[in-house]
Structure formats: structure tokens, C-alpha cells
Nanobody, 124 residues
Framework: QVKVVESGGGLVQPGGSLTLSCAASGTDDDIWIMGWYRQVPGSQRELVARLISDGGRSAGIVEYAGSAEGRFTISRDYVKNTVTLVMSRLETEDTAVYYC?????????????WGQGTQVIVSA
């Protein structure tokens, strides 16, 4: 089981910026995908951004939700298995619990591990 730990949430004013960090550890398998989802009470968890790599060793495809495009930037350190989400021009609608995840490929199957979540509050 991959251990995923997030950090960096907090309170920020509208228009401000915040950086979330995430570290995955505890596996010898290649981590193919790392990314972020978010969830508000009463709603489903939604994808924010993710990096789909080629075997977990090099940069691959970057995908953003429409609401994140142009405001958020995701990046990954493939040696340390960390992923960072830089969020700028934050809006009150970005308030949510943000979850980092890591997908590993084991043969023909996939296994996903989630972090515990970090709260982001955008408020004046």
C-alpha cells in the first residue's frame, strides 16, 4: 500500500495563491499517475489536475479540470515521488478538501492510494 501525505492547505483570500504538496512512499512499484481531487460537503469528489507518466519515470500528459485550467499548475518530482499543485487567482468556489492520490500499475491491474486530505478555504 502506497502512503500518500498532503500538506499546504489553509485559509487564503480570494485572488490569492496557495501551494499544496504531496509525497508518495512505501512502494517499489512505479507510480504512473499522481494528481489531486477535491470535494465539498454533499458533492462528489472531482478531479482537479493529474500527471499521467510513462511508467512513473518521466513527464507525460498533464490534465486539468476546466475550473483549474490557467490558474493551477501541477508538477512532479519523479525521483522523490512528490507532486505539487500551485493554485493562483483562487476563488471562493475553490474552497474544498483537496486529496492527493497515486496510481500504481501491478501487472494488468491498477491500485489507487489516497491521502488524508487537506482543507483549503478561500474567504475574505
Amino acid at each position: 500500500q502506497v502512503k500518500v501525505v498532503e500538506s499546504g492547505g489553509g485559509l487564503v483570500q480570494p485572488g490569492g495563491s496557495l501551494t499544496l504538496s504531496c509525497a508518495a512512499s512505501g512502494t517499489d512499484d512505479d507510480i504512473w499517475i499522481m494528481g489531486w481531487y477535491r470535494q465539498v460537503p454533499g458533492s462528489q469528489r472531482e478531479l482537479v489536475a493529474r500527471l499521467i507518466s510513462d511508467g512513473g519515470r518521466s513527464a507525460g500528459i498533464v490534465e486539468y479540470a476546466g475550473s483549474a485550467e490557467g490558474r493551477f499548475t501541477i508538477s512532479r518530482d519523479y525521483v522523490k515521488n512528490t507532486v505539487t499543485l500551485v493554485m493562483s487567482r483562487l476563488e471562493t468556489e475553490d474552497t474544498a478538501v483537496y486529496y492527493c492520490y497515486a496510481d500504481i500499475k501491478q501487472g494488468s491491474s491498477w491500485a489507487r492510494s489516497w491521502g488524508q486530505g487537506t482543507q483549503v478555504i478561500v474567504s475574505a
